[in-house]
């Protein structure tokens, strides 16, 4: 079985500042990772997803993430902070019941708030 | 319209409405979901359509009756719903194909749900 826990439900950092949001997985398969945002208001938008390619992912708004299997851990990080990234975060691990098919469902972590502070 | 679309975006219904929700994909894909999200818990799949076919129902009462007529819409009906059902409910779809390869779910707007 595959699961995912979010380290710190709340993240404040000042704009400008490394942005830093922790995900760390449990699968006795090689997974697939997926991190999304959900603004006020809003449906999750995908921010990006590792398939087991190149184990440095970068994604939109200048997010990147970075696949450690030795850590179980699929972080997103940002250089720079903007005000505009204050969101809810979640990261997700899709499921698969024998390692060869996937079952088309996704775990989700609890998620992450960010606040970006002036 | 582009993306996945959810209607209404607001609903405020006593508890013996019945009301529905709506979900339009035009992604061209053939799995949809219905999520409940609830403040302060993770993200609840309630039901999943592969091929217009209902392959999961995770245990949600029966007062949650969901259809799938083809492949691009998803509803989910409501009937004498309680206090707690209130949340954002989320339609997602994506593009399901054999082996472990995997596409990522795209998501609706949402629809927040307020039950008096």
């Known amino acids: 079985a595959q699961s995912v826990t979010q380290l710190g439900s709340h993240v404040s950092v000042s704009e400008g500042a490394l942005v830093l949001l922790r995900c760390n997985y449990s699968?006795?398969?090689?997974?697939?990772l997926f991190w999304y945002v959900q603004y006020p208001n809003q449906g999750l938008q995908l921010l990006l997803k590792?398939?087991?390619?190149?184990?440095l992912v970068k994604g939109i708004n200048g997010f990147e993430a970075e696949f450690k299997k030795s850590e179980t851990s699929f972080h997103l990080t940002k250089p720079s902070a903007h005000m505009s990234d204050a969101a809810e975060y979640f990261c997700?691990?899709?499921?698969?019941?024998?390692?060869?098919?996937?079952?088309?469902?996704?775990?989700f972590g609890q998620g992450t708030t960010l606040q970006v502070k002036p | 319209e582009t993306g996945v679309t959810q209607t209404p975006r607001h609903l405020v219904m006593g508890m013996t409405n019945k009301k529905s929700l709506k979900c339009e994909q035009h992604?061209?894909?053939?799995?949809m979901y219905w999520y409940k999200q609830s403040a302060k818990k993770p993200l609840e799949l309630m039901f999943v359509?592969?091929?217009?076919?209902?392959?999961e129902n995770n245990s949600v009462p029966s007062r949650f009756s969901p259809e799938c007529p083809n492949s691009s819409h998803l509803f989910l009906h409501l009937h004498t719903l309680q206090p707690e059902d209130s949340a954002l409910y989320l339609c997602?779809?994506?593009?399901?194909?054999?082996?472990?390869?995997?596409?990522?779910?795209?998501f609706g707007p949402g629809t927040r749900l307020t039950v008096t």
């Open positions: 997602a779809s994506t593009k399901r194909s054999g082996g472990r390869a995997v596409d990522e779910q795209y």
């Open positions: 699968s006795s398969v090689p997974p697939y």
């Open positions: 590792y398939t087991s390619a190149a184990t």
């Open positions: 997700a691990v899709s499921t698969t019941l024998d390692g060869s098919s996937n079952t088309g469902k996704l775990i």
């Open positions: 992604l061209g894909h053939n799995a």
């Open positions: 359509y592969n091929f217009k076919e209902q392959t």
